[in-house]
């Protein structure tokens, strides 16, 4: 079963639009992560949080931002999506940074 | 500079072969994870080593961690169409490390 949640999990939207991935995980992790991933592809981390008011930005830069108000929650949000944010986004969380990540289904963005 | 190189990055092979799959680095992990992505989920934790030289089996899945903690294997004996996926390394550099390193991935092909 899943504990970490990821809504939509398919979003097909026009360029300009103001676009929120919703992550949520029900284990009480400190840990949260987002990555970026092409289909088949490698990760990219592109950002996380250590807790609650922690967000810092990851290994590829991305015009996304993020914010950790509840443990629970941290939502990914992009202004004014265009065509190269094309791409599945997944969420993670772990207990620590040395433990196992627990992903959620990602949400496969497409922007026309 | 990829810090974990995984090989080889695309394998396709019929139902029943063995095959091995290699995550390696010039630098030293605390721990290594191997994951298991399926089309349109997230990535699945398969097992964790932690001790240098350890071996471990899951079912028909063979994992072991290099001695020097640098490098990590994982056999598939008689493959299924279910063991279809992408394979990926992850490591932990040390307790201070920021999160988890990922490899590019194996991605795996079972056909019957």
């Known amino acids: 079963e899943a504990d970490i949640y990821q809504t939509p999990r398919y979003l097909v939207i026009g360029t300009g639009k103001k676009i929120t991935l919703e992550c949520s995980q029900t284990?009480?992790?400190?840990?949260m992560y987002w990555y970026q991933q092409d289909p088949g592809m490698e990760l990219h981390l592109i950002h996380y949080?250590?807790?609650?008011?922690?967000?810092e930005k990851g290994d590829l830069s991305s015009e996304s931002t993020v914010s950790r108000i509840r443990t629970e929650h941290f939502p990914l949000t992009l202004e004014s999506a265009r065509p190269s944010h094309t791409s599945q986004y997944l969420c993670?969380?772990?207990?620590?940074?040395?433990?196992?990540?627990?992903f959620g289904d990602g949400t496969r963005l497409s922007i026309l | 500079t990829q810090l974990l190189e995984q090989s080889p990055q695309f394998l396709s092979i019929q139902e029943g072969e063995n095959l091995t799959v290699y995550c390696n680095s010039s630098s030293v992990f605390s721990s290594l994870q191997w994951y298991r992505q399926e089309p349109g989920e997230g990535p699945v934790l398969l097992v964790t080593v932690v001790t240098g030289g350890e071996v471990k089996k899951l079912k028909r899945l063979t994992f072991q961690f290099g001695d020097a903690r640098k490098d990590s294997s994982l056999h598939i004996t008689a493959a299924q169409t279910g063991d279809t996926g992408l394979y990926l390394c992850?490591?932990?550099?040390?307790?201070?490390?920021?999160?988890?390193?990922f490899g590019k991935g194996t991605t795996l092909s079972v056909s019957s």
């Open positions: 284990m009480g992790h400190d840990k």
């Open positions: 992850a490591g932990v550099r040390n307790q201070a490390g920021t999160a988890l390193i």
């Open positions: 949080s250590y807790g609650v008011n922690s967000t």
């Open positions: 993670a969380s772990s207990e620590s940074v040395n433990q196992p990540q627990h």
